[in-house]
């Protein structure tokens, strides 16, 4: 095609992110379609049998099996990477997919890797049950402090794995000071980039080596499909990456990458909208609450790193009230318009009651040193008129005496 140009790298690398969001990776059939091309096949057939020898041997580009490319989903692959800045990307069936291939495709027994605690609560699972039982050692940290992530280095230390913001207390980690730290020792430097994605945090400028994503949440950003992704070097991702992913099968379907694709579409506007959105929903709330937990207000304890190394500081954000879990329950059913949901990153605004959902299987003490407290309600801020979620929220807080 003439004009097939989203998987010229060449010209892409000049597009600015909103741009790339848009048309990176895009490859179009002979029928010249607008909208990426959704191919929904598991296998390719050959014009002979020279060319599926010659594609398994390495020699030649082409599809063999939807396990390790299909063109639906390597459009995706590249848009992503192109997104990010990265040299490449690989995308999984979910957020904790990728999550776990992350790890497990570059960690032995013998390894150890240091975690932010304040992590998603499955990655946690995977980081305290899952990996122990491969001899594979790891230490939790307080994110936010450097010195602790220095003193948990030890010689067979390969990982460092960090979100931020993180979830729900939106705690920050220094990306710039942990990645050099990393760097230091040789280690390999992971961020969770869900809660802002590269709209909004660009963790490879701060020394980055590898950024994974839960694609479900703001890259969707409607609520459809589940959805993940590794972003690093080309060294990584094909050296390190792909064997563990092809041989393992934590395959992205085709139909659930062509909904990503057009997620991202539309990425750059909702990721923006959506901070502006939870910024106006966070200072009516400031005036109203004991405690607001927003990296863009400056009561936030880590607000100047926030405006350092955040575009924006993103569309989700937590805050407490008085009367504990009974007076949490209470506002939440007292919601008129906001749903009650623990998903995040969709284009409807989402409130959850953190204790009793995506933290609950924690016992109550560690809640209470994570800083999860029974009044927290943590808000997914969406894409409706933001008065109208100021109100919502009005009403409800009176609803319950407040
Ligand atoms: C949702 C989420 C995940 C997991 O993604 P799934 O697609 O649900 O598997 C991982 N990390 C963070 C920060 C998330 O918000």
Redesign the pocket.
């Known amino acids: 095609m003439k004009r097939d140009t989203g998987q010229n790298r060449s010209i892409t690398a000049k597009w600015r992110p909103a741009t790339r969001a848009v048309r990176a990776g895009t490859w179009r059939s002979e029928q010249g379609e607008t909208s990426e091309a959704l191919f929904v096949t598991s296998g390719y057939s050959y014009d002979d049998a020279h060319t599926p020898a010659a594609r398994f041997a390495g020699q030649e580009a082409g599809m063999t099996y939807s396990r390790t490319q299909n063109p639906t989903v390597q459009m995706l692959e590249e848009r992503i990477a192109m997104l990010e800045g990265a040299e490449a990307c690989r995308v999984q069936a979910?957020?904790?997919?990728a999550?776990t291939a992350s790890m497990l495709c570059q960690l032995s027994a013998g390894d150890h890797m240091v975690i932010a605690q304040a992590a998603?609560g499955?990655?946690r699972w995977v980081t305290d049950n899952l990996l122990p039982r491969f001899g594979i050692e790891v230490t939790p940290v307080d994110g936010r402090d450097l010195d602790a992530w220095q003193t948990a280095i030890r010689p067979n230390t390969r990982v460092f794995f960090f979100?931020t913001p993180a979830?729900p207390t939106m705690d920050l980690v220094d990306i710039a000071a942990v990645c050099t730290l990393a760097r230091e020792h040789g280690i390999t430097s992971v961020v969770?980039n869900?809660?802002a994605t590269a709209a909004l945090q660009r963790p490879l400028e701060f020394g980055a080596d590898v950024v994974a994503y839960?694609a479900?949440?703001l890259m969707d950003g409607q609520g459809r499909v589940?959805?993940?992704a590794v972003c690093g070097s080309a060294a990584f991702i094909n050296d390190k990456l792909l064997p563990f992913q092809r041989n393992t099968g934590p395959t992205l379907s085709p139909f659930n990458a062509w909904v990503v694709l057009k997620g991202l579409e539309t990425l750059d506007l909702r990721a923006h909208r959506q901070a502006d959105n939870a910024l106006v929903v966070a200072r009516f709330l400031e005036g109203r609450v004991p405690r607001i937990l927003h990296p863009g207000l400056a009561s936030h304890p880590q607000h100047d790193l926030a405006t350092r190394q955040m575009i924006k500081p993103g569309s989700i954000f937590s805050f407490e009230i008085e009367g504990g879990r009974t007076a949490a329950h209470g506002l939440l059913d007292a919601l008129e318009l906001i749903d009650i949901s623990n998903n995040?990153g969709d284009a409807k605004t989402l409130m959850t009651h953190p204790a009793s959902t995506t933290h609950s299987s924690l016992a109550p003490e560690v809640r209470e040193t994570m800083g999860v407290s029974e009044g927290m309600l943590r808000i997914s801020v969406g894409l409706e008129d933001p008065q109208d979620l100021v109100e919502d929220l009005d009403q409800a807080l009176k609803a319950v005496g407040l």
């Open positions: 979910s957020g904790m997919a999550m998603f499955p990655t979100e979830n969770d869900a809660f839960a479900t949440k589940l959805a993940g995040i």
